[in-house]
């Protein structure tokens, strides 16, 4: 078929945020809203990024979407319902602006790709960078200007944090209609440069029981779930937005175990119970409090989503000594990949005495698969280059180069 060329194609990426006060449970699932605020620390996308194009064209006769080269279902509910609410924010400032040039796209159909630069198996959060992406891409495809909150929260609750770069928080809001319900920047990404995170991959495998349906059996059944948004979260916000802006690192990194630590009894108060953590996660929260122990410090801290994999907080003085605790608890498996990704990390000789106050007997290899080494990062950005494009001119995925 003679395509004519595309009303428009656009190219953006998005980060991953991890969050440092947790999103858990909703109190309109429709609408995607929370019943606590939370807050996140947005990483960088030189490490982790979700690269999004988009094109519309005249020529399409049905949206459709590829997923790391994969074609999928575009009628899920969730990437139904941000198409939907991005065209209906693009036909309200249409309305708004007569005679404008791009008024016929609202009648097109939309061509999505989406990639990530790091493994979706790896069971690192691919559904914020995903859906932050996918709103500010589309965003860009059809001219809307508005807070898109609203757009990513609706395909995943966390994604609206990924909108902004730096530290984010997600203010709950009261409305009913969600529209309170938005994402803020705390502090840009230069903010605190001196921190450091370093993401340890421990199992590759698919969680048994996904977010949505995890926190809908917590909200139903765990009453220190509630006590938790009601009584615990609103302090904590304010604690945590002071440690940031501070840089006090102690109360940064007390409060981000704590809060991690609370989610996690909140998964365990659940009924039937759900558990995210292994046992390997449980020896690098030991080895945490054994490495700050023995500095008489806070210098390092962990915090878990829904999955084994640990987020370390340090400042880049403790990187290269933490990495070498690390190296030498959970000794690299021989799978010939690198054990460390990402930033460059020094090698640090380990002390005898921090092996001693470690107390830990290095594990079989491999319990710690490798370690992804990064640093707060800006949000999402546009590509200019026509190359950047997932998407040829007839709006269809480009061979892999
Ligand atoms: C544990 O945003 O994945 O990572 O809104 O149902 O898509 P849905 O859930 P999602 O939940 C994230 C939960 C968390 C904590 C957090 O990121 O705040």
Redesign the pocket.
Known sequence: MASEQPLAAVTCTAPV???VI???G?RDEEL?LPINS?L?VTLHQDQLKTTTTAVISKDFTEDRIWLNSREEDVGQPRLQACLREIRRLARKRRNAWDGDPLSSSLSCKVHVASVNNFPTAAGL?S??AGYACLAYTLARVYGVESDLSEVARR?????C?SLYGGFVEWQMGEQTDGKDSVARQVAPESHWPELRVLILVVSAEKKLTG??VG?RASVETSPLLRFRAEAVVPARMAEMTRCIRERDFPGFAQLTMKDSNQ?HATCLDTFPPISYLNAVSWRIIHLVHRFNAHHGDTKVAYTF??GPNAVIFTLDDTVAEFVAAVRHSFPPGSNGDAFLKGLQVRPAPLSAELQAALAMEPTTPGGVKYIIATQVGPGPQILDAPSAHLLGPDGLPKPAA
């Open positions: 945020n991890i969050a947790k999103y858990w909703k995607v939370s996140s959060a559904s914020a395909g995943s609750g966390s994604a944090r977010s949505t926190m989610f989503d829904a």
